[in-house]
């Protein structure tokens, strides 16, 4: 028998993927630094980011409310590796709080020293206070807020 | 232990030229909140859920992802089948047939964020076949051509099928396309893969259905005249073209075979009242006539639609074609017809109804063929 | 209701497979299960397959592969093919079962085939899993997820869980010296684990699992075949499947809530009352350190906050009270949707008495747990010898 062939490929499929009306509406909010949540009126519960139905109470939500840019961070990450394809190391990632939402939201995490990972627990700490710090040129996208900053 | 579908919901359906979409899992609770609002039920009434979604084509790998909650499976059993979505029927159904629950809700939803055809390239091993460019339409073309050739049929009459689909469509409330097509605007369009012309293909668009199916008590609890599941089948074949026989459809006269033998079915066309088949190409429509033994081998062509013998009343996958949710929309329909709450185009003594489902996504290559016998 | 029981089960080699094809890499599975259980394709009723696609360059790969499952001969076969990420595994074994305990079919085989080494890079895929719209760009994949539970785990529980991390790495590597179907197999030191790099802080090189090919059979029939073909068959008393919301903020991420809610169901059903007591070896789903901890807590083996503590006394080493995953984890071998069955298939044959050089003695019950998406499914299925 031969030695097995390795055969290279690579797939480019190009999507066009549907936001939806509710995503919609809340990057265009992000367009004018306006961060729109959805409140359930059976549950009370504030969603950022915002989606047709409470997955709990199983209800359609209607109900627009705007929370604040500044939040709490409930938990962090720091990337340190590059995967292929994806972002250059190293980057901070957080799981945000905005105040006035119920929830947290996933997004970066900006101006940090990430030079020294023994230090992260240092620099970094849940429950911190967090801002969010807008791109000057906004085009209805999550990266419209460029990151969250510690305060 | 009787199961029985007890409701059913739509989303919407889109096409491409409309832009205001909504994302497939925003359908899909559309669709299964309606179906639940219905009979008055609340998602905490549902033991299970099972969806039928392919990654490939929802763009996102791990598609039920999103739609598990979507359902209302939120903190509830939940699964996913990446097949024809009669096939999430099926899984369900067995489900409760299991005995340890009562109530399901059944859901598919058709994304049109890709197209759909080059996807599916992908779905071909990369060492024969991809690089021949093969997709679910030339697989599917390869079978009509090999079908034609076998049995000497004339275009014509693969557009008379085409023709009495649309015929259905335009009196069909929920059909997306109701638009009628005749024989000659099929003879006239262009060919897309010989023998394939643009009006004998279906065109995928985007919506949603659900079903919700419980066990006999509950079933009765909800609706007073379930439709029953009297039984199901499927069958897949083998992936090389070479390897099998191209002009028959093999996989669906073994389910038929199944379902026919346990259901005491002698006669199909005596038998059943309607039928809701998968006519992927109106080539493919005749050789499920044949595979269902509504007709000697060849002679597909034959049928055609009448009172004695109902065929595609939703108007077929060339008017509504919602890929892999498109099997649960054929039952619904059929589920509609039986409860007598068809609308327009209600027929008389709808007693007894076969769905055929069809995953078809690797064109001729490894198909799966599977039947939903419904019965009042 | 009649009992399911499993009768056999087929492992392959793992790690990089280039040797076969995608194909001949289930035959192979098939090959060994049908073996094991001396039965012939014929004798299979029906097949479930699994897979998690697009890691293999192949997408619903069942397609080509399907010759493999006996579709290509005789009336073909009725195949099914499931895919939930990375619990697929597990819901293929759920599948199964469902397929006997409904009374449709008697012999039901179970395959998953995954060959991880056919992409660059697994976490790019992984990155296609989440979100498109908001998530997707922060690069985010599994190693991601399971990141922040371990930050969040260190700030609200034990500040040091990182030398907890690195015990359960060593254990596991350790472990698959055991298994000769495992993929990494590590004789590793503390030393090696802290000079480890970060990979996605705090996770390091060495609580990550491998990116493997590999593929699973497992064969799953009634009650009557059961008793005819095998003498002390895998019987299933408990299982259960949950799914809970995508979004990353409406679940804990410190403790794995959804998976003790499943628990709960799980041993109620299998009527164990105290499964620290009863359940003899569990294969628990650990992709990265950080989860097997986690999974003690949900699980009930430990309080909340505390599943470090099993860790402290060894009771889930090799030779500890209730041994988990002597076969080396998911921690050691990750063909991804092969993993949650060969979780199942590791329980099935510790119950069975055939696990050979990992065996562990006298066990009665097994757990096999599997979780998938994003932190937000889990599997799970109790077996047992009676």
Redesign the interface.
């Known amino acids: 028998m031969s030695k097995?062939f390795?055969i290279p490929?690579k797939?480019e499929i190009e999507?066009k993927?549907a936001?939806g009306p509710y995503?919609s509406k809340f990057?265009e909010g992000l367009k004018e630094k306006k961060i729109f949540g959805i409140k359930c009126n059976s549950c009370k519960r504030v969603?950022?980011?915002p989606?047709m139905f409470c997955?709990r109470c199983y209800v359609e939500l209607n109900d627009w409310v705007e929370v604040k840019e500044t939040g709490t961070l409930?938990?962090?990450?720091?990337?340190?590796?590059k995967?292929?394809?994806?972002?250059d190391p190293p980057?901070a990632?957080g799981?945000i709080?905005l105040d006035g939402?119920?929830?947290?939201?996933?997004?970066?995490l900006g101006e940090v020293d990430l030079s020294r990972?023994e230090k992260?627990?240092e620099i970094l700490?849940?429950g911190q206070k967090v801002i969010a710090i807008w791109n000057e040129e906004r085009k209805g996208?999550?990266?419209d807020i460029k990151y969250f900053k510690p305060l | 232990m009787k199961v029985g579908i007890i409701s059913v919901g739509f989303s919407d359906f889109y096409d491409k030229s409309i832009n205001e979409r909504k994302t497939y899992y925003e359908n899909s609770f559309i669709a299964t909140k309606r179906a639940l609002d219905e009979i008055g039920m609340n998602r905490g009434d549902v033991d299970v859920?099972v969806e039928s979604s392919?990654?490939?084509f929802a763009?996102?790998?791990?598609s039920?992802?999103?739609t598990?909650?979507a359902v209302g499976?939120?903190?509830?059993?939940?699964?996913?089948?990446?097949?024809d979505s009669t096939?999430a029927l099926?899984?369900a159904?067995?489900?409760l047939?299991?005995?340890?629950f009562d109530v399901a809700v059944v859901n598919s939803s058709t994304s049109l964020d890709v197209d759909y055809v080059h996807?599916s390239t992908?779905?071909?091993?990369?060492?024969i076949y991809r690089p021949l460019s093969m997709n679910y339409l030339s697989g599917l073309a390869i079978q009509a051509s090999s079908y034609m050739k076998s049995f000497k049929i004339k275009e014509e009459l693969a557009a008379k099928i085409v023709e009495s689909n649309t015929e259905n469509a335009s009196k069909n409330p929920r059909a997306f396309k109701k638009k009628k097509i005749t024989v000659s605007d099929v003879i006239k369009s262009e060919y897309v893969i010989w023998p394939l012309r643009e009006l004998m293909i279906p065109e995928v668009v985007s919506g949603s259905v659900s079903l919700v199916i419980a066990t006999e008590n509950i079933a009765k609890r909800y609706n007073d005249a379930p439709i029953w599941i009297e039984d199901?089948?499927?069958?897949?074949?083998?992936?090389?073209l070479g390897?099998?026989r191209l002009d028959f459809l093999?996989?669906l006269f073994?389910a038929a075979n199944k379902v026919y033998n346990k259901c005491n079915i002698m006669n199909p066309k005596k038998d059943i009242d309607l039928f809701e088949l998968s006519d992927v190409t109106p080539y493919h429509q005749m050789m499920i006539y044949e595979a269902l033994k509504l007709t000697e081998l060849g002679k597909g062509y034959e049928i055609i639609n009448n009172d004695s013998l109902r065929i595609n009343l939703s108007g077929g996958n060339i008017s509504t074609y919602l890929f892999q949710a498109t099997g649960l929309f054929k039952v619904a329909e059929a589920f509609l017809q039986m409860s007598n709450k068809a609308g327009n185009n209600q027929v008389e003594k709808a007693e007894r109804a076969l769905i055929h489902g069809f995953?078809h996504?690797?064109g001729a290559?490894?198909q799966?063929h599977s039947i939903v016998l419904l019965s009042k | 209701?009649d009992k399911v029981a499993i009768i056999g089960v087929g492992l392959t080699k793992t790690g990089r497979r280039?040797?076969?094809?995608?194909?001949e890499l289930a035959f192979e599975a098939i090959k060994t299960a049908l073996k094991n259980c001396e039965l012939d394709i014929d004798d299979i009723d029906a097949v479930v397959y699994g897979t998690?696609?697009?890691f293999d360059?192949?997408?619903?790969p069942?397609?080509?592969?399907?010759?493999a499952?006996g579709?290509?001969?005789g009336?073909?076969?009725?195949?099914?093919?499931?895919?939930?990420?990375g619990t697929t595994g597990m819901?293929l074994a759920?599948?199964a079962?469902?397929?006997v305990?409904?009374?449709?079919y008697d012999t039901v085989l179970a395959i998953g085939v995954q060959k991880v080494s056919e992409n660059?890079?697994a976490?790019?895929?992984?990155?296609?899993?989440v979100?498109?719209?908001?998530?997707k760009?922060?690069?985010?994949?599994a190693i991601?997820a399971a990141?922040?539970q371990a930050?969040?785990y260190?700030?609200?529980y034990k500040?040091n869980i990182e030398d907890y991390m690195c015990n359960v790495a060593i254990i596991n590597r350790k472990n698959a010296l055991r298994n000769p179907f495992a993929h990494l197999k590590l004789n590793i030191t503390d030393d090696d684990y802290y000079s480890s790099?970060?990979?996605?802080?705090?996770l390091r090189l060495l609580d990550s699992c491998p990116s493997s090919d590999g593929a699973v059979a497992v064969i799953f029939a009634s009650s009557k075949v059961a008793k005819r073909l095998s003498e002390n068959p895998a019987w299933i008393k408990g299982l259960?499947?949950?799914?809970?919301?995508?979004?990353?903020?409406?679940k804990p991420?410190?403790f794995w809530d959804?998976l003790a809610?499943l628990a709960k169901r799980v041993f109620k059903m299998a009527k164990i009352s105290n499964p620290f007591k009863e359940i003899n070896v569990a294969e628990l789903y650990n992709a990265f350190t950080i989860q097997e901890i986690m999974e003690y807590e949900a699980i009930g083996l430990a309080k909340k906050g505390q599943g470090w503590k099993l860790l402290d006394e060894g009771i889930t080493c090799f030779h500890g009270s209730l041994p988990v995953c002597p076969s080396g984890g998911v921690l050691s071998t990750n063909p991804i949707a092969a993993s949650g069955l060969i979780r199942v298939a590791e329980a099935a044959l510790q119950v069975m008495g055939k696990a050979e050089g990992r065996q562990i003695d006298g066990v009665k019950n097994a757990i096999a747990h599997a979780w998938?998406?994003?932190l937000?499914?889990h599997g799970l299925m109790v077996l047992s010898n009676e």
Request: overall charge negative.
């Open positions: 097995p390795e490929g797939w999507y993927y936001a995503i990057l969603y950022v980011p989606r997955e409930e938990t962090f990450i720091v990337v340190y590796r995967f292929y394809g994806l972002p980057y990632l799981l709080k939402a119920s929830e947290s939201f996933l997004h970066y990972p992260i627990p700490k849940q996208s999550i990266l | 859920f392919i990654d490939l763009g996102r790998l791990i039920n992802m999103y598990c909650t499976g939120y903190l509830k059993d939940e699964t996913n089948t990446a097949e096939l099926i899984y159904y067995m489900k047939k299991s005995g340890l996807a992908t779905i071909f091993d990369p060492f199901v089948a499927w069958f897949s074949d083998g992936y090389y390897s099998k093999t996989a073994n995953t996504v690797a290559s490894t799966t | 209701m280039n040797d076969v094809s995608h194909q998690m696609d697009n360059g192949i997408s619903s069942e397609r080509f592969d399907s010759i499952l579709c290509g001969r009336r073909g076969k009725p195949m099914m093919k499931i895919t939930t990420g819901s759920l599948t079962y469902y397929h305990a409904s009374g449709l660059v890079e976490q790019q895929v992984l990155n296609t899993a979100d498109p719209i908001l998530d760009t922060f690069g985010l994949g991601h990141a922040f930050s969040r260190r700030s609200t500040s790099p970060y990979l996605v802080w705090p259960g499947y949950i799914s809970d919301s995508y979004w990353w903020g409406t991420i410190e959804n809610i998938g998406g994003a937000q499914f």
